[in-house]
T-cell receptor
């Protein structure tokens, strides 16, 4: 599986854009980049995913570089409720049956400051 | 996306006993996954559970310690057997995406072994 590297923590002022980087330099051509977040004491929540084109939904935007070796998750107007650990994941294969699953790294702890 | 109900939400158990965690999904899903999140750590995949076949365990996890059942396409259980304090963690179930959405996670079971 492709490894991902994220900064351990970031701060962002409330109302400003939060830009969370992720490096995945060993990603293979058929692997997607997924972003999840985990708010304290809850299960991870899906945010967005992409293959090579930039993606946008109601929660965030995902910018993937042309060589696909890195990506950035953008929360356009961060709120206090966006304080969470954000995980960048490259979907790989695991287990004897080759079932698709997710391997989590250590993530980035984003703190939105009032 | 699927909605997952996970029970119990938390429990405190005596060492040497076993706890069975239930995961109910509101739609039929082929693959279900069980994760462990130790205190202050990221998520680690325990096993993949497909209906009609034995679960596939990741390195470091064995069936005798974490037996899994998958009797139908909407339900799975994970048992944590012969518990010790080192098993104190949050255990989460997850289902694979459908219709292009991301993986969905249950809210987790917070287990404390004393």
């Amino acid at each position: 599986d492709a490894k991902t590297t994220q900064p351990p923590s970031m701060d962002c002022a409330e109302g400003r854009a939060a830009n969370l980087p992720c490096n995945h330099s060993t990603i293979s051509g058929n692997e997607y980049v997924y972003w999840y977040r985990q708010i304290h004491s809850q299960g991870p929540q899906y945010i967005i995913h992409g293959l090579k084109n930039n993606e946008t939904n109601e929660m965030a935007s995902l910018i993937i570089t042309e060589d696909r070796k890195s990506s950035t998750l953008i929360l356009p107007h961060a709120t206090l409720r966006d304080t969470a650990v954000y995980y960048c994941i490259v979907r790989g294969l695991g287990g004897q049956t080759g079932a698709n699953n997710l391997f989590f790294g250590t993530g980035t702890r984003l703190t939105v400051i009032p | 996306s699927a909605v997952i109900s996970q029970k119990p939400s938390r429990d405190i158990c005596q060492r040497g006993t076993s706890l069975t965690i239930q995961c109910q999904v509101d739609s039929q899903v082929t693959m279900m996954f069980w994760y462990r999140q130790q205190p202050g750590q990221s998520l680690t995949l325990i096993a993949t559970a497909n209906q009609g076949s034995e679960a596939t365990y990741e390195s470091g996890f064995v069936i005798d310690k974490f037996p899994i059942s998958r009797p139908n396409l909407t339900f799975s259980t994970l048992t944590v057997s012969n518990m010790s304090p080192e098993d104190s963690s949050i255990y989460l179930c997850s289902v694979a995406p459908s219709g292009g959405n991301g993986y969905t996670f249950g809210s987790g079971t917070r287990l404390t072994v004393v």
